[in-house]
């Protein structure tokens, strides 16, 4: 959502398996699509409802295990992944307003580029912590006794 804050022609809808919800802009209908034609009305509107994406998005979970999942026994690594799917991302719907000059590819591209400085850098940080440990899982350095090692009573 940072990626998206500071873009007020956006509105984004994102909802989890859980019915979490998080929204940024407007919520209520947005007309998405129309058919214009001489001397006829507008024909087959499309539009986006904010609360029937939300009671749409219960059913897509839904089937995401009850029809998905049921395609894999239970004991593979594809049913595993379709079940962590499920249970920790979120189904997301983006709306940009800006319909002549949209910059709506950029959040993906923002979006890539952030999760993969925060994958570098927790990737750092466990690096950095795991070359403090030693193979039994104490730290390394100065001991209580000032001497370099793993620390503790010298027998």
Not at 74 to 99: G, Q, R
């Amino acid at each position: 959502m940072d990626v998206v804050k500071d873009k007020s022609n956006l509105n984004v809808h994102a909802v989890d398996s859980s019915g979490n919800h998080v929204y940024s802009g407007a919520k209520g209908v947005t007309a998405l699509t129309w058919g214009v034609f001489p001397n006829k009305e507008i024909l087959q509107p499309t539009i986006f409802d904010s609360d029937t994406f939300v009671v749409w998005s219960e059913e897509a979970f839904q089937l995401w295990t009850s029809a998905w999942a049921s395609l894999y026994d239970d004991e593979t690594d594809s049913s595993a992944l379709i079940y962590d799917i499920h249970d920790s991302y979120y189904l997301v719907a983006i709306v940009d307003n800006e319909y002549h000059d949209s910059d709506l590819y950029s959040v993906f591209s923002e979006s890539i580029l952030q999760q993969a400085k925060y994958k570098k850098e927790k990737e750092e940080r466990e690096r950095t912590f795991n070359q403090g440990m030693d193979l039994d899982g104490a730290l390394v350095g100065e001991g209580e006794d000032g001497l370099e090692g793993s620390g503790g009573v010298e027998i």
